[in-house]
């Protein structure tokens, strides 16, 4: 790569962390690291509570007494919780005021 400045070969460097193209005049360049290397995205595991709207929309919905508004219907989901042999736990989320409660029975 040359430099946009002076139009001489710059030579890659590493700048803290970072990894840059450097040329002798002083020119350097914005990180190259981003460009060459992907960023390893590390997922959080979904926190139970937070739905997406979108979510949430496609959520169906059942008869459940919300426990903070006395609402009748609420949007449901199953989650595995623990081990395979489990049986999955059902959360529910009121249709009205948003409550996200879990379902014992
Ligand atoms: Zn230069
Ligand atoms: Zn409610």
Redo the contacts with the bound molecule.
């Keep these: 790569m040359?430099?946009?400045?002076?139009?001489?070969i710059?030579m890659p460097k590493k700048e803290g962390s970072k990894k840059i193209l450097a040329?002798?005049?002083?020119?350097k360049s914005k990180d190259i690291k981003q460009a060459t290397i992907r960023e390893e995205k590390l997922e959080k595991p979904k926190e139970i509570e937070v739905i997406d709207k979108s979510e949430l929309d496609t959520l169906p919905v059942m008869d459940a007494d919300c426990p903070e508004c006395d609402h009748k219907r609420a949007h449901f989901w199953l989650v595995q919780t623990r081990a395979a042999d489990e049986p999955e736990t059902k959360f529910l989320k009121c249709q009205k005021c948003g409550h996200t409660w879990r379902d014992y029975d």
């Design positions: 040359f430099c946009p400045k002076c139009g001489s710059m040329c002798s005049c002083g020119y």
